[in-house]
């Protein structure tokens, strides 16, 4: 039973357009969530987090969204540059003990000058 | 100490061989996680410790792999008779708190032959 699931394997989009990254989770008791970023032979590197008492978390060009009700958050990256090119991981734990998360499959971002 | 530091990088081993697997925490962090991360799949949380205490092993497997932090040196996360399922990246984690950011190493590459 995989808790966390991205089921977008692969996502392309043009420079300078908006990227969205969707997560969908299924366990009612997390209520933290992290997107992390990971390039080839790297760790994953902490992006944006957002806890469930908001619906929306800002840090520059990223934005988290949260929806709880739908179980379901997503990442806008906006505008998207190459340098996003990477492998996005969606994480959830049930408090801000983030060092215990679950990772969802994640999704292959490409952006295309 | 710019970061999270594991080695080695690459690690190949025959059936039946012991891994040994090491993370220096970043300067000032006191708990560190274990991560592994399966061809094409996410990250999948094995074990979190505190400085000589094994805090949370929920997610090891039962027989042949185990972990360590000791007082003085680098955690070590031991795989013993290492079989072919057990290639994957292994990743740590440290963070100083439970609460807010963590940062990840960038991964031992377990091979097994």
């Known amino acids: 039973d995989q808790q966390v699931k991205q089921n977008s394997p692969s996502l392309s989009v043009q420079e300078g357009r908006i990227s969205i990254l969707n997560c969908d989770y299924t366990?009612?008791?997390?209520?933290?969530f992290l997107w992390y970023k990971k390039y080839p032979a790297e760790g994953p590197t902490f992006l944006i987090s957002?806890?469930?008492?908001?619906d929306k978390n800002e840090d520059g060009r990223f934005t988290v969204f949260l929806n709880k009700s739908a179980k379901h958050l997503s990442l806008h990256i906006v505008p998207s540059q190459p340098g996003d090119s990477a492998v996005y991981f969606c994480?959830?734990?049930?408090?801000?003990?983030?060092?215990?998360?679950?990772f969802g499959d994640g999704t292959t971002l490409t952006v295309k000058p | 100490n710019a970061g999270v530091m594991q080695n080695p990088r690459h690690l190949v081993r025959r059936r039946g061989q012991e891994a040994r697997l090491r993370c220096s925490p970043m300067?000032?962090?006191?708990?560190v996680y274990w991560y592994r991360q399966l061809p094409e799949e996410g990250l999948k949380f094995m074990v979190y410790?505190?400085?000589?205490?094994?805090?949370?092993e929920s997610g090891m497997p039962k027989e042949r792999f185990s972990a360590e932090f000791p007082k003085e040196g680098p955690s070590i996360l031991r795989i013993q008779q290492v079989v072919r399922g057990d290639s994957a990246a292994y990743f740590c984690?440290?963070?100083?708190?439970?609460?807010?950011?963590?940062?990840f190493g960038s991964g031992t590459r377990l091979t097994v032959v």
């Open positions: 410790l505190q400085k000589e205490n094994i805090i949370d």
């Open positions: 984690a440290s963070s100083a708190g439970t609460g807010g950011g963590y940062t």
């Open positions: 300067k000032g962090h006191s708990h």
């Open positions: 366990n009612s008791m997390f209520d933290y």
């Open positions: 957002i806890s469930s008492i908001k």
């Open positions: 994480a959830a734990s049930p408090n801000t003990n983030a060092g215990k998360s679950t």
